[in-house]
């Protein structure tokens, strides 16, 4: 803090806040030496010195650092003077999904096609190349900046995966967002890998599409319920936004299958569905195999 009681950084010129998270605020701000725009978290006074949150806001930053990839925003460094705690990062001179979703009720199915390949290429790299599965995706942490890049942020409870001698080493508590949690977040799986984020997409694209999250006027717990509950199905897309792809909302049910041992398996699948919904290739039907999807189809 300097002498007027405002969050001081070294090297660093605050501009304005541009967001306020749980447990931290980001500001716009400028690097003094290299006049360079960038973005600030800064954790809250109220969470410096609890360990898990502080723990927590680490890991965040040095996850972003570490996933180098276009469709990710980096982090560049960390700063912690025992009084102020914080990591710079890119500016996404943009606006998040959610922002727009508040703007418009809905988004274009081109555009949703353009989100899920953005996001499917990201996060098949954090997956195979660094073991992370995001776990919070929803319209708040998926962006898009002036050149049009999609960007995800906000990687403050993914879930890293370390394979050393054949054994998988996990956290112990994983959260995420009622609305686009997966059954497997749910129940409290400590293995979760990559199905995960893909269902967390989908219920982020049925939400962008149509304007309503999968199972609305519920509250935190029976929303996650819905999420694992066999006979929860929310409605078809279509009976929403009738201009919608038969396409994009069987790539949907795909990818919100509530067991993931039959959900779609990989990132590159989803892309490719994606690229199919594009071209107007109709899938296959699904073999259900007592595997139900978190929508229920219409049939055409």
Not at 45 to 66: C, D, L, P, T
Not at 144 to 163: A, E, P
Not at 244 to 272: H, I, P
Request: hydrophobic fraction near 35%; aromatic fraction near 8%.
């Amino acid at each position: 803090m300097n002498e007027n009681g405002e969050r001081a950084v070294p090297d660093i010129r605050l501009i304005a806040k541009v967001g306020d998270g749980g447990m931290a605020s980001v500001w716009k701000a400028q690097e003094n030496s290299t006049g360079r725009i960038v973005a600030v978290k800064i954790l809250d006074r109220s969470s410096y010195g609890n360990v898990s949150e502080m723990n927590a806001f680490q890991h965040e930053a040095q996850i972003m650092k570490e996933i180098r990839h276009p469709g990710v925003v980096e982090a560049y460094s960390y700063y912690d003077d025992g009084r102020d705690c914080c990591f710079l990062m890119e500016f996404v001179d943009g606006y998040n999904f959610g922002e727009l979703l508040r703007r418009k009720q809905h988004v274009r199915e081109e555009d949703c096609l353009l989100i899920c390949e953005s996001v499917a290429l990201a996060l098949d790299f954090a997956w195979n190349d660094h073991g992370i599965v995001h776990c919070d995706l929803k319209p708040e942490n998926i962006m898009i900046n002036s050149q049009g890049v999609v960007k995800l942020t906000d990687l403050g409870i993914s879930h890293r995966f370390q394979f050393l001698d054949g054994a998988q080493e996990v956290p112990e508590h994983v959260l995420g967002t009622p609305a686009y949690i997966s059954p497997e977040q749910v129940y409290g799986d400590i293995e979760l890998d990559c199905r995960s984020d893909i269902y967390s997409l989908a219920a982020t694209l049925y939400h962008l599409s149509t304007g309503r999250v999968l199972f609305p006027g519920l509250d935190n717990d029976n929303m996650m319920r819905s999420h694992c509950n066999e006979e929860s199905q929310a409605s078809d897309p279509r009976a929403y936004r009738p201009q919608l792809s038969e396409g994009f909302c069987q790539l949907l049910e795909a990818m919100l299958v509530k067991n993931r041992d039959y959900r779609v398996s990989n990132w590159k699948s989803v892309y490719s569905m994606c690229r199919d919904v594009e071209n107007g290739i109709r899938f296959k039907p699904r073999d259900d195999n007592g595997a139900n999807s978190s929508i229920k189809m219409l049939k055409c």
